[in-house]
Nanobody, 126 residues
Framework: QVQLVESGGGLVQAGGSLRLSCTASGRTFSTYAMGWFRQAQGKEREFVAAIKWSGSNTDYADSVKGRFTISRDNAKNTVYLQMNSLKPEDTAVYYC???????????????????WGQGTQVTVSA
């Protein structure tokens, strides 16, 4: 089993930055891919970014490419999402997720991730 805890959300003005963190416990962190998803109020949860177990490969949704950066520190069992140039439309609850079944990378669908954090709210004011 894997337990995931997100942190780092908050309120920021448009154009600002935030860094989300997700710390994992349980199964060896360095063996599985991680992803970030988000869900805006009234909308479905959507893929944001993913990173391979080694950190050597990343994948991004078009809406965040060039603004967000996913990274991981396997020694700290933590994955990060650095969010720059934030826009009001980035407002959502952000979830980290683990893909422990070792499917080919990248994976962008919710059902392909088998462990989820509780989410952290990000609000971007205009």
């Amino acid at each position: 089993q894997v337990q995931l805890v997100e942190s780092g959300g908050g309120l920021v003005q448009a154009g600002g930055s935030l860094r989300l963190s997700c710390t994992a416990s349980g199964r060896t962190f360095s063996t599985y891919a991680m992803g970030w998803f988000r869900q805006a109020q009234g909308k479905e949860r959507e893929f944001v970014a993913a990173i391979k177990w080694s950190g050597s490969n990343t994948d991004y949704a078009d809406s965040v490419k060039g603004r967000f950066t996913i990274s991981r520190d396997n020694a700290k069992n933590t994955v990060y999402l650095q969010m720059n140039s934030l826009k009001p439309e980035d407002t959502a609850v952000y979830y980290c997720a683990a893909e422990t079944l070792l499917r080919p990378f990248p994976r962008r669908l919710q059902y392909e991730y088998d462990h989820w954090g509780q989410g952290t709210q990000v609000t971007v004011s205009a």
